[in-house]
């Protein structure tokens, strides 16, 4: 399976293991003999995208279960990484589409002017606690026989997973993936600056 395919399977595999979480094992996934990556500070930047005119974007309190979860309802996702962050990565100009609704969650989706195909997808998966965002990590991974790799100084938990950073702040979780990363850099070191300035964003 290529790249960008499992990217799109991120997203359904997301749906199915927010379903099985609530009925499978609800202990956290098992750290032991991973690595922790530990970041620097989260950058800080007050730049952001503007929603869209035409239609009232999803927010944490119209995905999920309603924003009942913590301080994070109400965020437009498509603030989170703005078209300048997007073209700072694929090194070109670069534009997004949404946020809009997948089943329960919410996608932006940033692609380049040169029609290289290249794509980075951040989901707002809507309001969480701890022990689900944690569950939900275990089920995906499990699905894909993957073990996810902690990462500190992203939101208040972190993980890189199935070429994927998956962060819980505030009461919600979130994800950046992408297509192959440019300059031939890998999948980690490329998506951790993003998944930061989001994490920086989400009030």
């Known amino acids: 399976m290529d790249r960008r395919t499992m990217a799109v399977c991120l997203v359904l595999i997301a749906v199915l293991a927010a379903t099985a979480v609530g009925c499978g094992d609800s202990s956290p996934a098992d750290g032991a003999g991973t690595t922790v990556v530990t970041t620097g500070a989260q950058p800080?930047?007050?730049?952001?995208?503007?929603?869209?005119?035409?239609?009232?974007?999803p927010t944490a309190e119209t995905a999920g279960d309603g924003g009942q979860g913590g301080s994070s309802a109400g965020v437009d996702p498509s603030t989170l990484l703005t078209d300048e962050d997007a073209a700072a990565y694929f090194g070109v100009p670069a534009k997004h589409e949404g946020p809009a609704a997948v089943g329960p969650f919410a996608n932006v989706t940033y692609s380049p002017a040169d029609g290289s195909g290249?794509?980075?997808i951040i989901t707002m998966l809507g309001s969480d606690t701890l022990e689900t965002f944690e569950n939900q990590v275990k089920v995906e991974n499990e699905a894909f026989g993957e073990e996810p790799q902690p990462i500190e100084g992203i939101g208040e938990k972190a993980y890189f997973t199935i070429s994927t950073v998956r962060f819980f702040k505030n009461g919600a979780s979130y994800q950046v993936t992408a297509s192959n990363p440019p300059n031939g850099e890998d999948f980690m070191t490329a998506l951790i600056p993003l998944a930061q300035k989001m994490a920086s964003r989400v009030p």
């Open 44 to 57: 800080s930047t007050d730049s952001t995208a503007p929603p869209s005119e035409d239609s009232t974007p």
């Open 118 to 120: 290249q794509l980075i």
